[in-house]
């Protein structure tokens, strides 16, 4: 269980920085994706610090509400990720395996971490 666990809980936030990376050095790209799914512009950066925190807090576990609320935001942006995608017409992609990802490294978590 520990190593699907760790497996896991890597994978997700590898995925999250590799998106939050995609916000802070692609933000013009992704500004065009966000006014393409008529997301506002303005909270890119914001939701890219809010991954890289979110992951922090995930790996070092020292406060636990905080992995729960990080694991939550992680939750609500990878279901906004995938309608976005959805409605506009694009292969779901890496969201719909992300979700599945957060929810096998949340559920173990609460097991062998607590």
Not at 34 to 51: D, G, H, Q
Request: proline share 4%; with cysteine.
């Amino acid at each position: 269980m520990k190593i699907i666990y760790w497996i896991s809980t890597i994978a997700i936030c590898i995925i999250m920085l590799y998106s939050a990376q995609m916000y802070f050095f692609n933000t013009e790209m992704v500004h065009g994706f966000f006014k393409s799914f008529n997301y506002p512009t303005y909270i890119v950066i914001p939701l890219a610090i809010a991954k890289v925190l979110g992951v922090i807090a995930i790996l070092t576990n020292k406060i636990k509400w905080i992995k729960e609320w990080a694991y939550a935001g992680f939750f609500f942006d990878l279901i906004l990720a995938i309608l976005a995608h959805y409605y506009a017409g694009h292969p779901l992609g890496l969201s719909a395996y992300a979700i599945i990802i957060l929810i096998v490294s949340y559920t173990i978590g609460k097991k062998i971490r607590p």
